[in-house]
Nanobody, 125 residues
Framework: QVQLLESGGGLVQAGGSLRLSCAASGRTFRSYAMGWFRQAPGKEREFVAAISWSGGSTYYADSVKGRFTISRDNAKNTVYLQMNSLKPEDTAVYYC??????????????????WGQGTQVTVSS
């Protein structure tokens, strides 16, 4: 069992930055790949970024490539999402998720086993 808790969301102007954190419970965290997804009002939850269990492999949605960076610290049981050059279309609830396969290639919600409650990110124009 893995429990996830996101933090770091908030209101930021376009062009600004935020860093989201996702703290995980459980000693098995380091064996899980981790992902970030987001869901805007009236839209489906969409993939943002993923990282393998070791941190050696990362994968991004085209819409955030070059602006967002996913990383993890297994000693702290935490995964991060650094978001730069934010745009109003990045406004959404951001969720972290854990994938027991560990590869960090999952882009679909059904590929993830555990989810956090989400944190709101609002980018004003």
């Amino acid at each position: 069992q893995v429990q996830l808790l996101e933090s770091g969301g908030g209101l930021v102007q376009a062009g600004g930055s935020l860093r989201l954190s996702c703290a995980a419970s459980g000693r098995t965290f380091r064996s899980y790949a981790m992902g970030w997804f987001r869901q805007a009002p009236g839209k489906e939850r969409e993939f943002v970024a993923a990282i393998s269990w070791s941190g050696g492999s990362t994968y991004y949605a085209d819409s955030v490539k070059g602006r967002f960076t996913i990383s993890r610290d297994n000693a702290k049981n935490t995964v991060y999402l650094q978001m730069n050059s934010l745009k109003p279309e990045d406004t959404a609830v951001y969720y972290c998720a854990a994938d027991r396969r560990g590869t960090g290639r999952g882009i679909m919600t059904y590929e993830y086993d555990y989810w956090g409650q989400g944190t709101q990110v609002t980018v004003s124009s």
